[in-house]
């Protein structure tokens, strides 16, 4: 027996459309299920009311304070002089001569001859060092001795000056600044400590050794070739700390 298909009940022929209907339709309630939002009803949202309250302020009246006038100025009282002067003055006119030359004018020549001219003699004293003078400085309390005592006795009167007046500034001490300062100085003409300076890690210990030397008493001057002149010395001062 054969058997007849009628195609007008095949069933095949729209799958694809169903299919596509289908799979939107699920999409949807896939989507619908997504968003399904549930709220929980024993929430109750607390409504207050809020009373406002005017407030009212006093208006402060404004006083204006009764100023008297300033004081009337005095009046200015200008008196004028009418002196009465004859028509017929005679008037000095001052009469201005002109300095500039011209090429007519004469120049004077004016020689001057070699004995007026007075050239005037400055004596600049000499500089020596301490290790090369004649006669170095007298420290008092070394008088009248040779010059080698003379000179070994002034460098053993500096030291002891330097220790009797030592004083370690706290500002260093504090900061832990330490170290050698070399001081120069001169003894001048006069035996006067001048012209100091220094040279140290630290302006403080510089400033300590220059008040050391500043003390320094005055002297009998150095001398060479018997005349006195400004002797140069030097001297290191350290500054060390143990601790």
């Known amino acids: ?4 298909k009628n195609p007008q009940l095949e ?4 799958s694809s459309l169903y299919f596509a209907i289908g799979l939107n339709l699920m999409l949807f309630l896939s989507w619908q299920a997504l968003e399904f939002k549930t709220y929980d009803a024993q929430d109750e949202i607390a409504m207050d009311v809020l009373d406002m309250e005017v407030i009212y302020e006093d208006d402060i009246p404004i006083v204006k304070a009764a100023t008297p006038p300033p004081p009337a100025a005095a009046p200015v009282v200008i008196t004028q002089t009418i002196e009465v002067v004859e028509d017929m003055v005679d008037i000095e006119e001052t009469v201005f ?5 011209g090429q ?10 070699v004995g007026d001219v007075v050239v005037e003699k400055i004596e600049e004293e000499a500089e020596v060092a301490f290790a090369v003078i004649e006669d170095v400085p007298v420290f008092p309390g070394c008088e009248g001795l040779d010059k080698q005592k003379t000179k070994d006795c002034f460098q053993k009167k500096m030291q002891e000056h330097v220790v009797k007046n030592f004083t370690y500034p706290q500002a260093a001490l504090d900061m832990g600044i330490q170290g050698r300062v070399s001081v120069i100085f001169i003894i001048d003409s006069k035996g006067v400590t001048t012209n100091i300076r220094s040279r140290g890690p630290d302006r403080i210990l ?10 320094l008493p005055k002297m009998e001057p150095g001398k060479q070739r018997g005349k006195p002149v400004k002797v140069a010395y030097a001297v290191p001062i350290f500054f060390k700390y143990e601790g």
Do not use: F, Q
């Open 206 to 215: 510089e400033t300590e050794a220059e008040r050391i030397i500043g003390k």
């Open 104 to 113: 007519d004018d004469a120049i004077s020549e004016h020689i001057v001859a």
């Open 97 to 101: 001569e002109s300095t500039e030359t």
């Open 11 to 14: 069933i095949g022929r729209n």
């Open 1 to 4: 027996m054969e058997v007849k």
